[in-house]
């Protein structure tokens, strides 16, 4: 009976059973139970109805809506057996609460954690730009929003590039696709803005748009995006988020285009004041313009006035001048002449004086003696004059100098001299020698 069916280990079969059950997805409805996050990124609990429960397991990661115990849901995923064990578990791969009760609580569960971490934290809101060129629209072609969309913003600027990007906006699948086309827009088809717009619906209707993953796509969009879903009176958690909500999407479509024709009336509003100013301006100056030829008039009567009289100054000081020239030449002149004349009478007396100096220091030469029959003896070997008999002694060899020649002599004695004889300018003893000595 079992001679065909094949035998497996205990491992190999978990495993098997793994590759058959990861197939089949369900969407399993129960209430939490035990609800826990371990780590900081594990999520465990139970889902249970009246008769029976599984154990769900998940990823922080995973988790599009903030869960605790006693909420309604549907769990998305595939049951799963750990190997090692052989547990058998439910893995969750998306939540859809169910119920008013449990979609509000998780509402304010989701708002409050995504609050808390700064997404609704109006500095990191992205300015929209003024005049955009080219949009693009998260939205589904079939619903009446986008029409609207189209129409308007067609009928208020025109000229615009618009691209849509068709996505559910409702269901269990909707939050995925919109994550995917905001994500698009950013990594391969910039735009100016992005709109994420739906009509309006029920709260469960709008789910997809107070998904946690759809929340946090917008907030890491580097364009910015207007958000218009549902009617005026719905709020969903990514209008907290986007740069800018709008009430419906009609108003979204105005929020991100100018009207044209508030635009021609703010130019024609503009270019009246401008001309308006402009002719304020021209009257302005024309006065002031006024004013400073009234003012420089003043200045030039006054320059004139300044320079005749200053010419006539410059005349008088000229003539003045001039009159000074001359008395200061004749004065020059006068003493050119008394300085001359006193050079000459001072040089005519320096001149007289040296003659009479000059004649002095020739009658006093002392060669001059020796013409008068003196004569000068001093020492042959030390060219010293001898001036005293005292500086001499026997055996010396003398020479004697006379006007007309020399004799050498050798002392042979040496005398007192008589009274002192009477010395020449240059201290030198002339005695006066017969002729013939």
């Given at each position: 009976?079992?001679?065909?069916?094949?035998?497996v280990s205990v491992t190999q079969f978990n495993e098997y059973t793994n590759e058959v059950l990861a197939n089949?997805?369900?969407?399993?409805?129960?209430?939490?139970?035990?609800?826990?996050?371990?780590?900081?990124?594990?999520?465990?609990?139970?889902?249970?109805?009246?008769?029976?429960?599984?154990?769900?397991?998940?990823?922080?990661?995973?988790?599009?809506?903030?869960?605790?115990?006693?909420?309604?849901?549907?769990?998305?995923?595939?049951?799963?057996?750990?190997?090692?064990?052989?547990?058998?578990?439910?893995?969750?791969?998306?939540?859809?609460?169910?119920?008013?009760?449990?979609?509000?609580?998780?509402?304010?569960?989701?708002?409050?954690?995504?609050?808390?971490?700064?997404?609704?934290?109006?500095?990191?809101?992205?300015?929209?730009?003024?005049?955009?060129?080219?949009?693009?629209?998260?939205?589904?072609?079939?619903?009446?929003?986008?029409?609207?969309?189209?129409?308007?913003?067609?009928?208020?600027?025109?000229?615009?590039?618009?691209?849509?990007?068709?996505?559910?906006?409702?269901?269990?699948?909707?939050?995925?696709?919109?994550?995917?086309?905001?994500?698009?827009?950013?990594?391969?088809?910039?735009?100016?803005?992005?709109?994420?717009?739906?009509?309006?619906?029920?709260?469960?209707?709008?789910?997809?748009?107070?998904?946690?993953?759809?929340?946090?796509?917008?907030?890491?969009?580097?364009?910015?995006?207007?958000?218009?879903?549902?009617?005026?009176?719905?709020?969903?958690?990514?209008?907290?988020?986007?740069?800018?909500?709008?009430?419906?999407?009609?108003?979204?479509?105005?929020?991100?285009?100018?009207?044209?024709?508030?635009?021609?009336?703010?130019?024609?509003?503009?270019?009246?004041?401008?001309?308006?100013?402009?002719?304020?301006?021209?009257?302005?100056?024309?006065?002031?313009?006024?004013?400073?030829?009234?003012?420089?008039?003043?200045?030039?009567?006054?320059?004139?006035?300044?320079?005749?009289?200053?010419?006539?100054?410059?005349?008088?000081?000229?003539?003045?001048?001039?009159?000074?020239?001359?008395?200061?030449?004749?004065?020059?002149?006068?003493?050119?002449?008394?300085?001359?004349?006193?050079?000459?009478?001072?040089?005519?007396?320096?001149?007289?004086?040296?003659?009479?100096?000059?004649?002095?220091?020739?009658?006093?030469?002392?060669?001059?003696?020796?013409?008068?029959?003196?004569?000068?003896?001093?020492?042959?070997?030390?060219?010293?004059?001898?001036?005293?008999?005292?500086?001499?002694?026997?055996?010396?060899?003398?020479?004697?100098?006379?006007?007309?020649?020399?004799?050498?002599?050798i002392v042979e004695k040496t005398t007192n001299p008589s009274p002192a004889l009477p010395l020449t300018r240059?201290?030198?003893?002339?005695?006066?020698?017969?002729?013939?000595?």
């Open positions: 009976m079992y001679s065909t069916v094949p035998v089949l997805k369900f969407g399993v409805r129960g209430e939490i139970i035990g609800y826990k996050v371990s780590q900081g990124k594990w999520v465990t609990f139970d889902l249970k109805d009246a008769t029976s429960k599984i154990s769900c397991f998940s990823t922080v990661y995973k988790q599009n809506v903030a869960l605790e115990d006693g909420m309604e849901v549907i769990c998305y995923g595939y049951p799963k057996i750990y190997v090692p064990y052989g547990r058998f578990s439910f893995t969750v791969e998306a939540v859809e609460p169910v119920g008013e009760g449990a979609l509000k609580k998780a509402f304010e569960l989701t708002k409050s954690r995504l609050e808390s971490e700064g997404l609704f934290d109006p500095k990191y809101k992205k300015p929209l730009p003024r005049f955009p060129d080219r949009i693009g629209i998260v939205s589904s072609p079939e619903a009446a929003a986008y029409t609207d969309i189209l129409r308007i913003l067609n009928n208020r600027w025109g000229g615009l590039e618009i691209f849509l990007r068709p996505v559910l906006v409702q269901g269990v699948n909707a939050p995925g696709e919109i994550v995917e086309a905001i994500q698009y827009f950013n990594a391969h088809f910039p735009v100016d803005v992005i709109l994420v717009a739906r009509g309006g619906g029920s709260l469960e209707d709008l789910q997809a748009f107070n998904d946690e993953r759809v929340c946090r796509a917008i907030f890491a969009s580097k364009i910015p995006i207007i958000t218009g879903v549902g009617h005026e009176r719905d709020t969903t958690l990514v209008d907290y988020v986007a740069d800018r909500r709008a009430s419906t999407p009609s108003n979204a479509a105005e929020i991100a285009v100018p009207d044209r024709r508030d635009i021609l009336d703010q130019l024609l509003w503009s270019r009246r004041t401008m001309d308006s100013s402009m002719e304020e301006r021209i009257r302005t100056l024309g006065t002031q313009l006024l004013h400073s030829k009234t003012h420089l008039d003043r200045f030039v009567e006054n320059i004139q006035v300044g320079f005749s009289n200053l010419q006539a100054k410059f005349v008088t000081a000229s003539n003045r001048l001039g009159s000074m020239m001359q008395t200061g030449q004749s004065n020059i002149a006068l003493a050119e002449k008394n300085i001359r004349d006193i050079l000459l009478r001072r040089i005519a007396l320096s001149r007289s004086r040296l003659g009479e100096r000059q004649v002095f220091l020739q009658s006093t030469h002392p060669y001059r003696l020796l013409e008068k029959g003196y004569s000068i003896s001093y020492q042959r070997d030390a060219k010293t004059i001898i001036r005293s008999a005292k500086s001499i002694k026997w055996g010396d060899k003398i020479v004697s100098r006379w006007r007309d020649g020399e004799a050498v002599s240059e201290g030198v003893a002339a005695s006066p020698l017969s002729k013939g000595d």
